[in-house]
């Protein structure tokens, strides 16, 4: 079964009278010829190096090739140790579990590229932190990976993700809303109110640029990840309160894919404008390439 777009997504998850996790694990042992079991088990695996590299990257200050970056995800550790976050330990556990994720991804460390490395930080800290705090089961996170995996793998139908192709908005962006969906999942939200997360998550990101500075993963991708992780579980509680999104998901994805189409290539990974070419950019740029 080949599921291109969201309505196909809900019209065979109403048909046969499934989540849609349950729906994709049976089509993702289908194609391998394997078990649903061995299909969870895969996903758990994913889990598990999340969690590894959440751990690995608390402990880790190492700084990055610009000096620029690496010791964030310290930094705010530090602060609350001393000064616990306005809005409590969730709050707190959600920013810094995405910074050490994505600070891991500098280092050349392993992470979960979900749905790419520059973006790896959202998904797994909203995932981990939420079932730390609210006592959620090994199964309950499962099936929010799943519900995610899903999420992307049908956008992907019509925008590829990659900050060259389409921006920002089709990395971060889609994580994002990958992320959105996930959480609704976790915290039992039925269908339509997982992919209207998905949608506010989304449409709320178009135009979002890729300007790398100095071409690396650094500047500002790092910081997008726990930004975009806490714009996700605010998309979520918007939806799992019945607030919709007035345009389609589906819709949303032919948007994204248009201004990607029509966003200029320079703002397209290729560091040719944005931030990536600041006066302060171009000075750091010199500095290490000369």
Not at 146 to 161: D, H, P, W, Y
Not at 177 to 195: D, E, F, R, S, V
Not at 203 to 222: A, M, R, S, Y
Request: charged share 20%; aromatic share 2%.
């Amino acid at each position: 079964m080949n599921i291109l777009t969201f309505d196909e997504l809900v019209e065979e998850c109403k048909k046969q009278e499934k989540n849609i996790y349950e729906l994709i694990q049976e089509i993702e042992a289908a194609d391998a010829d394997i078990s649903v079991e061995e299909v969870r088990a895969n996903v758990k695996l994913h889990i598990e190096t999340m969690k590894s590299t959440i751990e690995t990257g608390m402990k880790s200050s190492e700084k990055a090739i610009s000096q620029w970056c690496g010791d964030d995800c310290e930094k705010l550790q530090k602060r609350y140790a001393n000064n616990k976050a306005l809005l409590g330990i969730l709050f707190e556990k959600i920013i810094t579990y995405s910074l050490a994720t994505i600070e891991e991804n500098l280092r050349m460390g392993k992470v979960v590229a979900c749905p790419t490395a520059g973006s790896c930080g959202i998904v797994p800290s909203v995932i981990i932190a939420v079932a730390e705090e609210q006592n959620f089961d090994e199964d309950t996170q499962i099936d929010a990976l799943i519900t995610a995996g899903a999420i992307g793998a049908i956008i992907s139908n019509k925008v590829q993700l990659a900050g060259a192709v389409a921006g920002c908005q089709a990395e971060c962006g889609v994580a994002a809303a990958m992320c959105a969906g996930a959480l609704t999942q976790m915290l039992g939200g039925n269908i339509t109110q997982i992919l209207n997360a998905v949608a506010l998550a989304m449409k709320n990101l178009l135009g979002l640029t890729c300007d790398p500075v100095c071409g690396l993963v650094e500047v500002p991708c790092i910081k997008r990840n726990p930004i975009l992780a806490i714009h996700a579980v605010t998309s979520s509680e918007l939806a799992l309160a019945g607030i919709e999104s007035k345009i389609p998901l589906d819709e949303v994805i032919d948007a994204v894919r248009q201004t990607g189409q029509l966003m200029s290539p320079m703002l397209k990974e290729s560091s040719l404008a944005g931030l990536a070419t600041t006066k302060t950019a171009l000075k750091l740029k010199e500095k290490i390439f000369g």
